[in-house]
């Protein structure tokens, strides 16, 4: 099926989801820059593109198997393919292409494993967490997992394996993801209601297990988050930083608690999980670049 004669070049970018891609690839670069392979301007080119190709062609499949319950989302219903502005064939053939040439990509001219880390985060997020939205009240956290893989894509693509701090990102990605999209899903619950997606935030109408929830997996980020230094694998300026920024999200967890100010406590919960996870990841690739 060709795509609508109205559809640009700027509806095509949004199929691929620019944001949540871009974070696809900077905790990729992540993993890749805290392994301190020796430098390869080559290689890294060629990660950058493949996981550039990952993470968009698995946002394109994404929108294309929802885009019945993105038409009745409000946060979602402007979506190219809710639209008419893509074709649903379009956007498929689009999200195959992009994901089969960035598994190639990487198996070729990269790293194999890297490459089957890139498959494994494809086939849980499209195989596993997509079906799952509709019918699991457990679906974040088998996203979570989907979302936990590119630090171990970028980490085996430096060294060909993954080490102890490689797993280590991969528990800090999946613990924050939690409590992160608990606000997200709490805020929007009610879109989510609509089109009985059976997940916390909305089984959940007080908002006490969410809330709960949120708490206890960033409890768990931040004994993921302070390892490092305990095994050697950082410095304790590092270990402080991340003790810091994980008492500021924990306060911010503790305040999504009380069920008075519950809705403007979600709002400022994501916020600071926009600014934690760049500054906590920054921290220790900044600690092991420099200082290791």
């Not at 409590?179 to 619950?189: L, Y």
């Not at 059976?198 to 809330?211: F, I, T």
Request: overall charge positive.
């Amino acid at each position: 099926m060709s795509a609508p004669a109205s559809a640009s070049f700027r509806d095509y970018l949004e199929l691929t989801k620019p944001r949540l891609s871009l974070l696809s690839v900077l905790t990729t670069v992540v993993g890749y820059l805290a392994a301190r392979p020796a430098w390869d301007g080559a290689k890294f080119t060629l990660l950058l593109a493949g996981t550039s190709l990952a993470a968009g062609g698995v946002a394109a499949l994404n929108q294309w198997l929802e885009h019945d319950t993105d038409a009745r989302m409000a946060r979602t219903a402007g979506r190219p393919i809710p639209t008419g502005k893509v074709a649903p064939g379009s956007a498929f053939v689009m999200g195959w292409l992009m994901c089969t040439a960035a598994f190639f990509l990487l198996f070729l001219k990269v790293e194999r494993l890297a490459a089957v880390f890139t498959l494994l985060t494809a086939v849980s997020y499209l195989a596993c967490y997509t079906p799952a939205k509709r019918w699991s009240a457990w679906s974040t956290e088998i996203g979570a997992i989907a979302g936990a893989f590119p630090p171990l894509i970028g980490w085996s693509a430096a060294e060909g394996g993954v080490s102890a701090l490689g797993w280590i990102l991969f528990g800090v990605l999946y613990f924050w993801q939690i409590p992160h999209f608990m606000a997200v899903a709490w805020t929007h619950r009610r879109d989510y209601s609509a089109v009985d997606f059976p997940m916390l935030p909305v089984r959940d109408e007080s908002g006490r297990k969410v809330a709960l929830w949120s708490l206890l997996n960033t409890v768990g980020l931040i004994a993921v988050s302070v390892l490092p230094p305990f095994l050697g694998l950082a410095t304790w300026a590092y270990g402080v930083a991340a003790a810091v920024l994980g008492a500021w999200f924990l306060w911010r967890a503790a305040c999504f608690t009380q069920p008075a100010t519950r809705d403007p406590a979600a709002r400022k919960l994501f916020l600071t999980s926009i600014a934690y996870l760049p500054l906590v990841l920054g921290a220790l690739v900044a600690d092991r670049l420099f200082y290791r």
